[in-house]
């Protein structure tokens, strides 16, 4: 940076103008728009037909697969085990599974 600002000093004493530069740099993932974890969680319960007053124990957590963030939505509900991965740029349902007898350890 500080050899950027003395070349631009020099080239403006030469009567050249130096290249515009803007450090206005924000990383990809930051810069896009993500849909909330309770957002994840409605999409979740509108494909498994549920709502939050029938389950228990909720749990959310982000992560990154394959370059994404992706919410994974996990909950249980009269002794099934509910699992969706909730793409949190688009908000679609990545991949999802449901464990039936489930019994938590």
Known sequence: MHDLMILATSLLLIGCSAPQTTNNFEP???AQ???TSEDAAQIAFTHANTTLDNISRLEIETETFNGR???EV???ENGRKYEYNIDAATGSIYDFETEVNYTSK
């Open 69 to 71: 963030m992706i919410y």
């Open 33 to 35: 728009q993500y849909i």
């Open 28 to 30: 990809s993932y930051r």
């Open 74 to 76: 996990e909950w249980t």
